[in-house]
């Protein structure tokens, strides 16, 4: 079983800033990338910013770059995103998932939290 806990959703305006947190646990050999998606009501899911936990490179959506900041700590199977310039448009429900084996014999795939609401609005 592999657990996620995710934190940090919420309602804010334009402008302002959150910070998502999501913490990974249980039965985990190794973890390869953790990252973000989001899913706006009639849309697709898709991703934000990923990270990978060995050495730190990282990848964002247009759309969100220079404003969003995602960082990780190995130590804790924890990723977080900081959400800067909040628009409207950002307004969605952020998946966290994370890359990884859960034991040394498996093949990397791919689990997901159970997501956190994001609004922006005035």
């Known amino acids: 079983q592999v657990q996620f806990v995710e934190s940090g959703g919420g309602l804010v305006q334009p402008g302002g800033s959150l910070r998502l947190s999501c913490a990974a646990s249980?039965?985990?050999?190794?973890?390869?990338?953790m990252g973000w998606y989001r899913q706006a009501p009639g849309n697709q899911r898709d991703l934000v910013a990923r990270?990978?936990?060995?050495?730190?490179?990282?990848y964002y959506v247009d759309s969100v770059k220079g404003r969003f900041t995602i960082s990780r700590d190995n130590a804790k199977k924890t990723v977080y995103l900081q959400m800067n310039s909040l628009k409207p448009e950002d307004t969605a429900v952020y998946y966290c998932?994370?890359?990884?084996?859960?034991?040394?014999?498996?093949?990397?795939?791919?689990?997901w939290g159970q997501g956190t609401q994001v609004t922006v609005s005035s």
């Open positions: 990270i990978l936990m060995s050495g730190g490179s990282t």
């Open positions: 998932y994370a890359r990884l084996k859960r034991t040394v014999v498996d093949g990397f795939n791919d689990y």
């Open positions: 249980g039965s985990i050999f190794s973890t390869d990338t």
